[in-house]
C-alpha cells in the first residue's frame, strides 16, 4: 500500500507539473502572437499618415476631394468595424476562433490589396472600409484571448497590447515615407480649399501610392497570418480520471502483481483542478440569462457615463490625430521631419499607454480619465500657437498619448464593472465611442 501510494503521489505531482508547464506555455505564445496582431490593429493610425498622399492622389483625379472625405472615410472605417466585433464572438462560438482570425487575414489583406485599384473616390471608401471588418476582428479576438489567459492584469496587460498598436503606427509611418518619398520632396502645388490654401504633393510622389498599398498589403497579410496562428483561448482544466486510472491500475499490476488494485484519485488534487477550473473563462461560458444581460446593457447609467466620458475625450485627440501631418507640412514643409514627428508621437504614445495601464490598476478610472481630460483641454487649445518645430514635436506626443490613454483605461473599465465574461462580451460596442467622437 505505502508503495502505491507513493507511485500515485508520484504520477499526479508530474501530471500537475506538465499541466502548469502547458498553460504557462500557452498564455505566452498566445500573448506573443496577439502582439504580432497589434501591428495590424495599428492600422487604425495609418489613414493619418496616408491623408498627406491620398489628398493629391484623388484631388488630382477630381477636384472636389476635400479633407471632409478623409474625415468620412474613417468614420465609415470605424462603422465597418463595429459591424465585425458585434458578430465576432458569435462566429468565434459558431466556428471556432482559427477560422475567425485566419478569415480576417485575408480581409485584411485583400481588401487593402482591392482598394490599391480603385479611382473611383467611393469605391475606394468601400474597400478601404471593409478592412476594418478583419482588422477589429483579429484584435477583439486577441485582447479577448489576453483577457482570458491574464484575468489577474486587465491593465497591465492591456497597456502592453496598446504599446506595440502604437509601434505599428510609428513603424509603418516610416515604410511608407521610404516607400512613397524617399527623396524628401517637398509639397509644392498649391491648391485652394475654400478659405484656405493647402500645399499638395506633385505626381512624382503621389503617383507611387498604389503601389505602396499593395506592398502594405502583403506585409500586413503575413504578420497577420503569424498573428493568427499564435493565438488561442486557455484550455479548459479538465483531469480525466479514468484514463488516469487506467494507466495508474496498468503500471501497478504490472510493477506489483495486483491486477485488481484501482488506485483512487486524492480528494486535495481534484479539489485543486476544480478551483483552478472556476476561475477561467472561455467563450462558452455565456449562458441565456448572461446574453438577457448583455442584450439590456444600454439601460445601466454606469454605459452611458463612460460612453460620454470617453467620447468627448476623444474629440481633440481624433481632430489632431488625423490632422497634424497635413498641418505640420504647411507650416515647416519637411516631409521627413513630419514623419520623425510621427514615428516619436506614437512611441512615446505607445509607452505611455502602458504607463496608463499601470496608473488605472493603482488609481481606479476617475482619477486617471480626470487628468487626462485636462492634459488635452490645455494641450490642444494651445497648439495654433506653437511655431518651433520641437515644442510642436512634444505637444504632439502628449496630445497622442492622452488620446491613447483614454482608450487603454476604457477596456478594463469595463471589465471591473460588468466582470471578465459579460466585459468581453460588451466590450465591442465601446467601438461606438470612437465612431461617436469621429
Given at each position: 500500500?505505502?508503495?502505491?501510494d ?7 505531482g508530474?501530471?500537475?507539473?506538465l ?13 506573443c ?6 501591428l ?6 495609418i489613414?493619418s ?5 491620398l489628398?493629391?492622389?484623388?484631388n ?8 471632409g ?16 466585433v458585434v458578430f ?6 459558431k ?6 482570425a ?9 481588401t487593402f ?11 475606394f471608401?468601400l474597400?478601404?472600409?471593409m478592412s476594418?471588418?478583419g482588422?477589429?476582428s483579429?484584435?477583439?479576438?486577441s485582447?479577448y ?14 497597456g502592453?497590447?496598446l504599446v ?13 515615407f521610404w516607400l512613397?518619398?524617399?527623396?524628401n ?10 478659405k484656405?490654401?493647402e500645399?499638395?504633393?506633385g505626381p512624382?510622389?503621389f503617383?507611387k ?6 506592398i502594405?498589403a502583403?506585409?500586413?497579410?503575413t504578420?497577420a497570418?503569424?498573428?493568427a496562428?499564435?493565438i488561442?483561448f486557455p484550455k479548459?482544466?479538465?483531469?480525466d480520471?479514468?484514463?488516469i ?12 502483481g495486483?491486477?485488481n488494485?484501482?488506485?483512487e484519485?486524492k480528494a486535495?488534487i481534484?479539489?485543486?483542478?476544480q ?14 440569462e448572461?446574453?438577457?444581460?448583455q442584450?439590456?446593457f444600454?439601460?445601466q ?11 468627448f475625450t476623444l ?10 501631418k497635413?498641418?505640420g507640412l ?15 508621437a506614437f ?10 495601464g ?9 482619477k486617471v480619465a ?10 490642444v487649445?494651445?497648439?495654433?500657437f506653437v511655431t518651433?518645430?520641437?515644442v510642436f514635436l ?9 488620446e491613447g490613454g483614454i482608450i ?5 473599465v469595463?471589465l ?5 465574461e459579460?466585459g468581453?462580451l460588451i466590450?465591442p460596442?465601446?467601438n ?7
Amino acid at each position: 500500500m505505502c508503495i502505491r501510494d507513493r507511485y500515485q503521489r508520484r504520477v499526479h505531482g508530474d501530471l500537475a507539473k506538465l499541466r502548469i508547464m502547458w498553460e504557462i506555455q500557452n498564455r505566452w505564445v498566445s500573448l506573443c502572437g496577439s502582439l504580432f496582431n497589434s501591428l495590424i490593429v495599428g492600422n487604425y493610425y495609418i489613414l493619418s499618415t496616408l491623408t498627406v498622399y491620398l489628398l493629391p492622389y484623388f484631388n488630382n483625379i477630381d477636384s472636389g476631394v476635400r479633407h471632409g472625405y478623409f474625415a468620412r472615410l474613417q468614420t465609415y472605417f470605424c462603422l465597418a468595424g463595429i459591424i465585425a466585433v458585434v458578430f465576432c464572438l458569435i462566429l468565434v462560438k459558431k466556428i471556432g476562433l482559427k477560422i475567425v482570425a485566419y478569415a480576417s487575414c485575408l480581409i485584411i489583406g485583400g481588401t487593402f490589396f482591392i482598394a490599391s485599384y480603385m479611382t473611383d473616390k467611393w469605391l475606394f471608401a468601400l474597400f478601404f472600409s471593409m478592412s476594418a471588418i478583419g482588422i477589429n476582428s483579429l484584435n477583439l479576438c486577441s485582447q479577448y484571448c489576453n483577457m482570458n489567459h491574464f484575468p489577474e492584469s486587465k491593465g497591465k496587460v492591456t497597456g502592453f497590447y496598446l504599446v506595440f498598436v502604437s509601434l505599428s503606427g510609428a513603424l509603418f509611418a516610416q515604410i511608407i515615407f521610404w516607400l512613397m518619398n524617399p527623396k524628401n520632396i517637398q509639397p509644392d502645388n498649391k491648391v485652394k480649399f475654400r478659405k484656405t490654401e493647402e500645399l499638395l504633393f506633385g505626381p512624382e510622389v503621389f503617383n507611387k501610392l498604389p503601389d505602396t498599398l499593395r506592398i502594405l498589403a502583403l506585409i500586413w497579410f503575413t504578420i497577420a497570418v503569424i498573428g493568427a496562428t499564435l493565438i488561442s483561448f486557455p484550455k479548459k482544466q479538465e483531469l480525466d480520471i479514468e484514463r488516469i486510472q487506467r494507466s495508474n491500475t496498468k503500471s501497478l499490476t504490472e510493477g506489483l502483481g495486483r491486477r485488481n488494485s484501482k488506485p483512487e484519485i486524492k480528494a486535495e488534487i481534484l479539489d485543486e483542478f476544480q478551483i483552478e477550473n472556476s476561475t477561467k473563462t472561455t467563450v462558452e461560458d455565456a449562458s441565456p440569462e448572461k446574453t438577457l444581460y448583455q442584450s439590456k446593457f444600454w439601460t445601466q447609467p454606469n454605459f452611458w457615463c463612460l460612453f460620454f466620458c470617453t467620447s468627448f475625450t476623444l474629440l481633440p485627440g481624433y481632430y489632431v490625430l488625423f490632422r497634424f501631418k497635413q498641418y505640420g507640412l504647411k507650416i515647416f514643409k519637411d516631409d521627413y521631419f513630419m514623419t520623425k514627428l510621427s514615428s516619436i508621437a506614437f512611441l512615446f504614445a505607445g509607452l505611455c499607454r502602458f504607463l496608463f495601464g499601470l496608473l488605472f490598476d493603482k488609481f481606479g478610472y476617475k482619477k486617471v480619465a480626470f487628468c487626462i481630460q485636462v492634459l488635452l483641454f490645455v494641450l490642444v487649445g494651445s497648439l495654433p500657437f506653437v511655431t518651433n518645430q520641437w515644442v510642436f514635436l512634444i505637444w504632439i506626443c502628449f496630445i497622442l498619448a492622452g488620446e491613447g490613454g483614454i482608450i487603454v483605461i476604457s477596456h478594463p473599465v469595463i471589465l471591473k464593472v460588468y466582470g471578465i465574461e459579460l466585459g468581453s462580451l460588451i466590450m465591442p460596442y465601446k467601438n461606438t465611442f470612437m465612431v461617436f467622437a469621429q
